[in-house]
């Protein structure tokens, strides 16, 4: 067993220095790797692109460092929960690459899988497209789409062996899966760290090759972004 | 009378077919799953990776990691499942969702849709919109006739920035069920009490009417 522990997220976040790419598991604040993202504010590595399908609200996730200025470009898909990112946009102060939702997610897996660009139709005939080849296939449109190069990938499970297997949970699986290994470094926090021989081979999600290092968060706030509950009949 | 968002909801939830794999959007899609008719079984897929979806959750009952692309608390129903968002847009551009409904600023009588973006003033992101669009066999798309300042959002060319080319079949509004022909906007059906008149004036496109549009017919 080669074993990824590392004891503490100082260790797990070794090497990231200031202009890196990094790509951020998480879908708004679900599966969002917490522990990590407050240990990049406490370095005040800056400049950094992130790579991640939304930005956080402003005072929790990616906003925590779009607040410290740590940002020079965001690529995602959506960001429309987040002022301050509007404000920075909008401003010019941070440079945004829009990208559609599955087209950010393929060119992730692309970039785990070792395959450099994909055909979508996604977003063909509009803006998303300018400047992509186009190409027909079976009578359709498809623009062409390159995977993410990336220095860290850094992801957030429920369960992690130390090997570096990982089980999520719910839709806190999102893009996190599609991240490990896409880049140089895949760093995963996960709720639950356990000796390797623990989780049951058949139920892991990620197997260990596409993570480095792995270690257990302190603490998970798991804030909800949009509380909706029904009324009880009794 | 023109229908409120319930009625347009409930009025899309007609469209729904026995077995259908369906994507809700945003707003007033997401009503949809409130009305499902009677004796058919469907399925709703959320991109961020869950079919299956059930209603929101007791309160209480809360799960931070159960969540849809709302990014609002949900529940699972039996027979449910989680996967990556890699393998949700797979179901997705590979056509194995039936159905997406999904909202719209702007349609165009070609089947433009635009949702994403006012240059200068909104920019959100497209989210899963623009793999939606370019992938589902069959869209219908749930809006307001009008925009906020009155102005039509049925037109003959959209103004905004474009999520996807040709691919809407169907409009649902306060006004009227409009499907999308080779030939433009055909009015299918008109919402309970309102003319025809009435809808023309409010559409910026031409619209195709043939003989005598019927009403609505809402639960």
């Known amino acids: 067993m080669i074993n990824k522990k590392v004891n503490t997220v100082q260790e797990a976040l070794q090497g990231i220095e200031n202009g890196m790419t990094l790509m951020l598991g998480g879908f708004g604040l679900c599966g969002i790797p917490e522990n990590s993202i407050a240990e990049l504010v406490q370095k005040e590595t800056k400049n950094l692109t992130c790579i991640s399908n939304n930005a956080g609200v402003d005072d929790f996730g990616l906003g925590l460092l779009l607040q410290k200025k740590q940002i020079k470009k965001m690529i995602s898909s959506y960001v429309g929960e987040n002022a301050e990112f509007e404000r920075q946009m909008l401003s010019g102060e941070l440079e945004v690459d829009l990208i559609p939702q599955g087209t950010l997610a393929e060119r992730c897996r692309a970039a785990q899988a070792g395959i450099p660009a994909f055909f979508t139709p996604a977003g063909y005939g509009t803006e998303v497209a300018e400047g992509k080849e186009v190409r027909e296939f079976n009578g359709k449109m498809h623009i062409m789409e390159h995977a993410f190069k990336a220095d860290f990938a850094i992801v957030k499970a429920w369960k992690g062996d130390t090997a570096g297997n990982l089980i999520f949970k719910g839709t806190a699986r999102n893009f996190n899966p599609c991240m490990c290994g896409a880049a140089k470094i895949t760093v995963a926090e996960v709720e639950e760290l356990v000796e390797a021989g623990t989780l049951d081979p058949n139920q892991i999600h990620i197997p260990g090759i596409f993570v480095q290092r792995i270690f257990q968060g302190k603490k998970y706030e798991k804030r909800i972004e949009q509380r909706t509950v029904r009324v009880r009949n009794n | ?219």
């Not at chain 2, 809407?168 to 409009?178: C, G, I, N, Q, R």
């Open chain 2, 1 to 219: 009378m023109a229908l409120d968002k319930i009625g347009i909801a409930k009025r899309i939830a007609k469209e729904l077919k026995d077995r259908y794999f369906v994507n809700l959007g945003i707003g007033i899609p997401t009503l949809v799953a409130n009305y499902i008719p009677k004796g058919i079984d469907v399925e709703f897929q959320s991109e961020n990776g869950v079919l299956g979806m059930g209603p929101f959750p007791f309160e209480g009952e809360e799960d931070a990691d159960i969540i849809n692309a709302g990014k609002q608390t949900i529940t699972t129903l039996p027979g449910a499942s989680f996967f990556d968002s890699a393998t949700s847009f797979g179901m997705i551009r590979g056509q194995h969702v039936d159905l997406t409904i999904l909202g719209a600023m702007e349609v165009s009588e070609k089947g433009d849709i635009a949702n994403w973006k006012i240059p200068g003033k909104m920019v959100k992101g497209m989210g899963g919109a623009m793999d939606l669009v370019a992938s589902a066999e069959n869209i219908i798309v749930a809006m307001m006739h009008v925009n906020k300042a009155g102005e039509s959002k049925i037109l003959k060319k959209c103004t905004l920035p474009l999520t996807g080319v040709g691919c809407v079949k169907k409009v649902v509004t306060e006004l009227a069920v409009l499907e999308i022909t080779p030939k433009g906007f055909k009015l299918l059906e008109r919402a309970p009490g309102v003319t025809v008149e009435q809808i023309i004036a409010s559409t910026e496109a031409d619209l195709i009417i043939e003989g005598e549009i019927p009403e609505m017919t809402i639960d």
